[in-house]
């Protein structure tokens, strides 16, 4: 094994014992682009494991699970192997290597050579003692080294918060999907390619993201800024993204730091609320082409239309007697003379993101709440198919900060089980965060 690296500090900004855990199992290790390197700002615990065995993932159901979990600003940087070890240096590499699985999944497998390049964090529970030992892995190197300067931030919520804020981007969304009759099982490739069709506006050049601040209330407060899609760079990553302290109301709007909208002076020592951190707000707006249509099917109330596909605004087309109001988005309108039924699909996207405030916005928007909605969309998306026809989901996303955990995560609620379900969703949680399933005063 090589040399202790003295130079490097593994900082971590979470509770001690929910790292240390004797039940045997890997927890993820959670940073930030945003952070130094190996800044541990969280763990959360593997759940999915194949036969039965805690050290082995199944890797496509966590990254299911941790894409909607994870706020976009937070990452995997390791793993925690907990367990009765004694080779730690081979355990070590075991864990980085998960990680690293891990990362190309959450991913997509793109930009492959970025993240082999990617320092990563291998930890180890020692045998008896259940003390951990750290070591790290460089540009995707085999080789590890130990480091031995570890430091517990003993204020985590100053540290997280008064280097970034929360973007907030609520949509609501409403599908309407006209089907033929006699094939009725074409609603779910219609529903797929109309998902694909909303993800797809996002990054359209006439789109409009309008950015203010949620926090402020006094109208001396920043103004909101409109930016474009035609604004903004989709095509630069993260790491090459543009970073600024620029704050000036003369400012050109896509140079703007996300410091413009954020509460100044705040002092924040802990987290329980969106209300004590700056967030900034972001709607959508949408531009439409328009439509017409003068006829309907003879013996139906429906317009022949194949299938629609919808964004966030309306308009309303008239149809020889009936007004019908219809959603749809530039030209995805295909007219069928066959009989149509209307299925609608309703439901609302909430996504939190999580930027360093000298991000500038427009960096924001592109690599950070773009691929939120996307990905929550694709949950959404995953989670209403199976039932589309039986059951309409009622589904919700949620945030809420576990105690010891010093940033919010987000899981789907689905409403119609009502408060069951939450309490489930509760469990699972704090399984996730501490590995136990048991909250605090049960």
Not at 213 to 227: A, D, K, M
Not at 273 to 296: A, G
Request: charged share 25%; aromatic share 10%.
């Amino acid at each position: 094994m090589d040399d202790k690296i003295e130079t490097e500090t593994i900082r971590i900004l979470c509770n001690k014992l929910l790292i240390i855990n004797n039940e045997a199992g890997i927890q993820w290790l959670i940073g930030s682009p945003f952070f130094p390197q190996f800044t541990i700002a969280s763990t959360f615990r593997c759940i999915h494991t194949l036969n039965s065995d805690p050290l082995a993932p199944h890797y496509e159901k966590e990254s299911d699970d941790l894409r909607t979990l994870l706020l976009k600003g937070f990452e995997v940087i390791g793993a925690l192997i907990v367990g009765n070890n004694s080779e730690f240096e081979r355990v070590a590499s075991e864990a980085i290597d998960a990680s690293r699985k891990l990362r190309k999944l959450l991913h997509n497998n793109v930009d492959e050579d970025s993240l082999e390049k990617r320092n990563l964090v291998g930890a180890v529970t020692e045998s008896g003692n259940g003390d951990v030992r750290f070591f790290v892995s460089r540009s995707g190197s085999d080789r590890i080294k130990s480091v031995v300067s570890v430091v517990y931030d003993d204020q985590p919520e100053k540290y997280v918060w008064e280097r970034g804020c929360l973007l907030c981007c609520q949509l609501p969304i409403k599908l309407p999907l006209y089907y033929p009759v006699n094939r009725s099982k074409d609603v779910k490739d219609i529903f797929t390619k109309a998902t694909e069709a909303v993800i797809a506006t996002f990054r359209d050049p006439k789109v409009a993201y309008i950015v203010e601040t949620l926090n402020e209330t006094s109208n001396e407060g920043p103004q909101h800024v409109i930016f474009r899609g035609a604004d903004l760079n989709l095509t630069t990553k993260l790491a090459n993204a543009r970073f600024s302290n620029v704050n000036s109301e003369e400012a050109d709007p896509t140079a703007l730091s996300c410091s413009y909208f954020c509460l100044k002076d705040r002092d924040i020592r802990t987290f329980t609320s969106l209300e004590e951190v700056s967030v900034l707000r972001m709607q959508i707006r949408f531009k439409y082409k328009s439509c017409t249509v003068d006829r309907i099917t003879e013996k139906s109330l429906l317009p022949p239309m194949l299938n629609i596909f919808q964004g966030y605004r309306y308009k309303c087309l008239y149809l020889s007697d009936y007004r019908v109001r219809v959603p749809y988005i530039d030209r995805y309108v295909l007219f069928s003379p066959e009989e149509t039924k209307l299925l609608v699909v309703d439901y609302k996207l909430e996504v939190l993101c999580y930027a360093s405030k000298e991000l500038s916005i427009a960096s924001a928007i592109s690599n950070l709440l773009i691929p939120a909605l996307t990905d929550q969309l694709h949950a959404v998306k995953t989670m209403i198919l199976p039932d589309l026809f039986t059951q309409q989901s009622n589904i919700y996303p949620y945030h809420f900060s576990p105690p010891g955990v010093s940033h919010p995560i987000t899981v789907m609620y689905e409403l119609t089980y009502g408060e069951t379900e939450m309490k489930q969703v509760y469990y699972l949680c704090f399984k996730i965060i501490n590995g136990t399933g048991r909250i605090s005063g049960d």
